[in-house]
């Protein structure tokens, strides 16, 4: 069984750095592409980065771009999104997930910004 656990989260004050990690298990995630989303209060679930496993080759979004990174340790398994510069508009529930041939969510981790 796939599982995917989130950590890192947090409150920091505007302008702060936060990692979050995601930690997966239950099967070899060579095949996968493993991605951050987050979800703001009020709003809809949205992109924030995004990694091909195996290659490496990354994606963020344009609102975050030049902020967040995102990376992979595969011997650890995991992946982990940095976030630099942090604004309040970051703040929302972060959420990592793996994608192959079905998808897996993460419980989420909560990250608030503090102007």
Same mark, same amino acid.
């Given at each position: /069984?796939? +599982? ?20 997966? @298990?239950?099967?070899?995630? =060579? %095949? #996968?592409?493993?991605? *951050?989303?987050? +979800?703001? &209060? ?11 496993? %195996? @290659? ?14 995102? =990376? ?7 992946? #982990?999104?940095?976030? %630099?510069?942090?604004? &309040?508009?970051?703040?929302? $529930? #972060?959420?990592? %997930? ?6 897996? *969510?993460? +419980?989420?981790? /909560? $990250?608030?910004? @503090? @102007?």
């Amino acid at each position: /069984q796939v +599982q995917l656990v989130e950590s890192g989260g947090g409150l920091v004050q505007a302008g702060g750095s936060l990692r979050l990690s995601c930690e997966a @298990s239950g099967r070899t995630f =060579s %095949n #996968y592409v493993m991605g *951050w989303f987050r +979800q703001a &209060p009020g709003k809809e679930r949205e992109f924030v980065a995004t990694i091909n496993y %195996n @290659s490496g080759r990354a994606y963020v979004a344009d609102s975050v771009k030049g902020r967040f990174t995102i =990376s992979r340790d595969n011997a650890k398994n995991t992946v #982990y999104l940095s976030m %630099n510069s942090l604004k &309040p508009e970051d703040t929302a $529930v #972060y959420y990592c %997930n793996a994608f192959s041939n079905e998808l897996y *969510w993460g +419980q989420g981790t /909560q $990250v608030t910004v @503090s @102007s």
